[in-house]
């Protein structure tokens, strides 16, 4: 009787098979991945320390260079500065000591380099070009205390004919330190290129390994699969659909068993799932998204109690509406303002805030948990507004076709006012009426800074805890420190100029100068700081902070504030 092998034998035999390919493929990854850690030991300990000692010895030989020239410029002047040769004669004989350390380092790694790395010309012709540099240094340090002998001797023609010959060997001696640099830099590149190709090639192996494993295991589970019933496989595929978000199913009831039962209950969760998403639609025109599914439509929202939280607010005014509207009527007034904040909710959804409330030409807008990370909100709140302005230069160059006015067009801007802190956040409202919302002293700040644009004549302020939110991650100018009406701690103001490392020439020209005058100004150096104030209206003529400035010293000139004068200035508008 022929031999017949069963299933359970043969998927026994198959996961035997399948379990040795994967012994033999994890030997063999064991293997690369112990000579590519070797490789990247190599690089780590050896190739890459070598090449920043010896970047260090370049560094620290120019620098000793610049120290030595420094000191014989300034005993070179008719009258030598004291204070200048100290400096160059204690950088000199510090940046001396560095390149006789660094020399040592780097000796020290060629001495412990690993005898059958690959490396190994490389680094006899870095040991060689470092025995002809390092002698060299004494001679240059005898050739510099001789020039400097003859200029403390008043020979300063024969020691600028000595300075010429000195350069000579200084330019050769820093020709030979970039070679050295060249050639290390050079291998520690093919080095670590050469990691990275093995890399690659594990990678690939194991990508080809795996996909082989899953082809093998998928035709298990086809085999197994097959033998489940039509009305199963229908359902899950049905299952499928609606997970990715195809709610227009509806299948036939065939039976009135167990399939029959779990294809009705079936239905019936598309159904329901149907209609809350028909709901979502309809009050995601007037509540964000989010708030409904991550705080509304949570169990028990009804009677969600408000809490405690550090979170960013910002309001942002269209200034020049009010001439505008004069001149529309309600209809084209009513599509200007939906075109407007539809452009700003835009904004601030794609930097993901919570669009709160639009009053009048206003609009109020929200950032933190949980709707994003506790690190984040500043961050994002500033994003926004930079994209806000975006927005309105948008808005600028449609507003002829949404008017229909072709000439003498108002001016419009935007004014922003952003600040971090404590906010009340939950449903607040009526029994009846409630709105999910954040109310607090950081929300009145934060309108409170909107206004301020109006008085400095800017148009993004920030409070002084958005600032430190933030970091370095934007450029910004301390505009002030003032105390708003009905509190009695002070903040600072900042005005954001732009992100970070993207400020031009003359704003940052503008604001190391608008820096100087203020620090004149709490001094109450008065001609100065007018002085650096008018440079600041110079460089940027309509700079509206300086102009405040400036008309504040015309009345402190006439009515002095005194020595206990913090330089707080009260805020008036609310």
Known sequence: MPFRQ????????????????????????????????????VVANFDVPLTQSLARLHEFGLRR??????????????QPNPEVVTEATRNYALFTRKLTDEFSTARHIISAYPKKAPGSQTLAEVATLLDQIQPAYEIINNRQREVLDMQVAGQHDKANQQLNLLNDIQSTVQNQRELVNSKMAAWSGSAAKATEQRERSVFWLTIAATTSTVLLGMTVAALITNRLSRPVRSLAIAMRDVQQGNLNIQLPVGSTDEVGRLTDAFNFFVKELRSKERMKQTFGKYIDPRILEQVLAQPGAETL??????????????????????????????????????????AVQEHHGVVDKFVGDCVMAFWGPPFVKPEEHAVLACRSAQAQLAALDTLRRELPDITGLRRDLPAIDLRIGICTGEVVVGNIGSENTRSYTVIGDTVNLSARLERANRVYGTQIL?????????????????????????????????????????????????????????????????????????????????????????????????????????????????
């Open 6 to 41: 069963t299933i359970a034998a043969k998927i026994y035999g198959l996961a035997i098979i399948l379990l040795l390919l994967t012994i033999a493929l994890a030997c063999f990854l064991l293997f690369e991945v112990t000579r590519t850690t070797q490789d990247l030991t």
């Open 65 to 78: 260079r610049l120290a030595f020239e420094r000191w014989f410029g300034a005993l070179n002047a008719p």
């Open 305 to 346: 109690a408000g809490g405690r939280r550090d979170m960013t607010v910002l309001f942002a005014d269209l200034i020049g509406f009010t001439g505008l509207s004069e001149r529309l009527t309600p209809l084209l007034m009513v599509t200007l303002l939906n075109r407007h904040f539809g452009l700003q909710a835009l």
């Open 462 to 574: 920030v409070s002084e805890t958005t600032a430190k939110a933030i970091g370095s991650r934007f450029e910004m100018r301390e505009i002030d420190t003032i105390s708003v009406k009905g509190k009695t701690e002070t903040t600072q103001i900042l005005e954001l100029m732009g992100a970070a490392r993207q400020l031009s020439e003359d704003l940052a020209r503008l604001r190391g100068r608008y820096e100087q005058a203020r620090h004149a100004y709490l001094a109450q150096e008065w001609d100065l700081a007018e002085a650096t104030f008018r440079e600041c209206l110079q460089i940027r003529p309509n700079d509206g902070a300086s102009r405040v400035f400036l008309e504040r010293i015309q009345v402190f000139r006439r009515n002095s504030p005194g020595k206990d004068w913090n330089g707080v200035w009260q805020l008036v508008e609310k």
